[in-house]
């Protein structure tokens, strides 16, 4: 009688202990499994999104000006917003992301891959502009105007966004793509093959990690990249407010007065501003 009573007890104990090691167990199982659904680290942070972002790759290393504001730019839009980037040069992990830029040596804007390094690509922008394009310039030529448009608060068919869409390519966009083609903005006593006016592309590339810093680790450039993406974006999007709020405005001044200059002298060469404001004869082309 007492040996089966005992026998009761240790059956119990037992029971009692399995049953905390189960709770324990899947205690565990359910944190990890919210972990991992509920946090996805992306470009500026974690979010708490319970579907799989889309994922954004470009190359792992040293960066540039390009991908930097590629990957910004390419955030912007409704079919990419807060994705997730993946910085590697594996070839098996750039296959299966859903868009790639500056890396992988593919250009094919049905499958959001935009690359310029591979032989015989020669796109350009197009609307009078010649320079061949780096990723910056891919993403722009594709999603430039969806960009603009959000940013606005416009319609994309919107005349403004058809305006300025090829005018803050101009003055912002082509000098990415140009210096990092190694394109030199002068040829001897030729006009400038492009506007260089924020020297942003240096800028960038001083964001790298420094030779002398001790810590080159994954973690760390990928830090300098997020800041890299950041200060080019936020120049990006200074650049469309600036265009849009100044020199949209001068452009209509200038395009008015331009229209009645017969009036002015039978020559057409003078024009007289109704107002002070800034004046470009590259305006005339947008």
Known sequence: ????????????????????????????????TEKSHCYIYGACGLSTATARPKRVGTHDGSFHCDEALACFMIRLTKKFSSSQIVRTRDSQVLENLDAVVDVGGVYDPTQDRYDHHQRGFEQVFGHGCTTKLSSAGLVYKHYGAEIIAKELELDVQHLNVYRLFPAVYKNFVEAVDAIDNGIDQYDMDQPPRYVNATGLSYRVGRLNLDWVDPDHSSERENEAFQHAMTVAGNEFLESIHFHAKSWLPARSIVMECLSVRNDIDS????????????????????
Request: glycine share 4%.
């Open 267 to 286: 020559s057409g060469e003078i024009i007289v501003l109704t107002r002070s404001c800034p004046v470009s004869k590259q305006w005339m082309c947008y």
């Open 1 to 32: 009688m007492y040996a089966v009573r005992g026998m009761r007890q240790k059956l119990l104990i037992f029971q009692s202990q399995c049953h905390r090691k189960a709770l324990s167990t899947s205690n565990k199982l359910l944190k990890a």
